[in-house]
T-cell receptor, first 117, second 108 residues
Framework: GAVVSQHPSRVICKSGTSVKIECRSLDFQATTMFWYRQFPKQSLMLMATSNEGSKATYEQGVEKDKFLINHASLTLSTLTVTSAHPEDSSFYIC?????????????FGPGTRLTVL | EDQVTQSPEALRLQEGESSSLNCSYTVSGLRGLFWYRQDPGKGPEFLFTLYSAGEEKEKERLKATLTKKESFLHITAPKPEDSATYLCAVDSNYQLIWGAGTKLIIKP
């Protein structure tokens, strides 16, 4: 149980284009999902908390107009990197918690490697 | 300020050589401490949750323990497939504070 998937696993795009990453909870409904980015040899950096049916909560320093998050259903959250630039190249990972679990464990997707040329 | 520190940054062991990874924390309100394993190019895999000092949990060659200031992840007789980065995170008043991780390399 508690399986989270991400799509795509890898994406290469040109500078200035937008990229959408999907995060799905496969065997549970997730009212809350989280988006992280991770630079090489560094730990996870929380970007935003995505709540189903409401606006995402962004961490300080994360541009909400650049990283658009939509959590339209209980099993799907999307992150769109708008007008991507090479500095946006990173490993993006989503996670979800099981509602009502009370334990706050996060279950992670496999990640998406974004390379902006 | 809430802080989670993991040590060492990297640890190289021979297969079968037991050791421990440390996660020390200073937080205002501990709700739980989590251990994850992350393989290169993959998302973290959940291992354990610990809630209170004195608690221990085991899974195969891994055992996690918790005190009021730190947690240890003990690895007994490790195998090369245990090589990974081990991440610690602390839930402090519903916010997860992440450590930087310990990269564990087990040589055959």
């Amino acid at each position: 149980g508690a399986v989270v998937s991400q799509h795509p696993s890898r994406v290469i795009c040109k500078s200035g284009t937008s990229v959408k990453i999907e995060c799905r909870s496969l065997d549970f409904q997730a009212t809350t999902m989280f988006w992280y980015r991770q630079f090489p040899k560094q730990s996870l950096m929380l970007m935003a908390t995505s709540n189903e049916g409401s606006k995402a909560t962004y961490e300080q320093g994360v541009e909400k107009d650049k990283f658009l998050i939509n959590h339209a259903s209980l099993t799907l959250s999307t992150l769109t990197v708008t007008s991507a630039h090479p500095e946006d190249s990173s490993f993006y990972i989503c996670s979800a918690t099981i509602p009502g679990g009370g334990n706050n464990e996060q279950f992670f997707g496999p990640g998406t490697r974004l390379t902006v040329l | 300020e809430d802080q989670v520190t993991q040590s060492p940054e990297a640890l190289r062991l021979q297969e079968g050589e037991s050791s421990s990874l440390n996660c020390s924390y200073t937080v205002s309100g501990l709700r739980g401490l989590f251990w994850y394993r992350q393989d290169p190019g993959k998302g973290p895999e959940f291992l354990f949750t610990l809630y209170s000092a004195g608690e221990e949990k085991e899974k195969e060659r891994l055992k996690a323990t918790l005190t009021k200031k730190e947690s240890f992840l003990h690895i007994t007789a490790p195998k090369p497939e245990d090589s990974a980065t081990y991440l610690c995170a602390v839930d402090s008043n519903y916010q997860l504070i992440w450590g930087a991780g310990t990269k564990l390399i087990i040589k055959p």
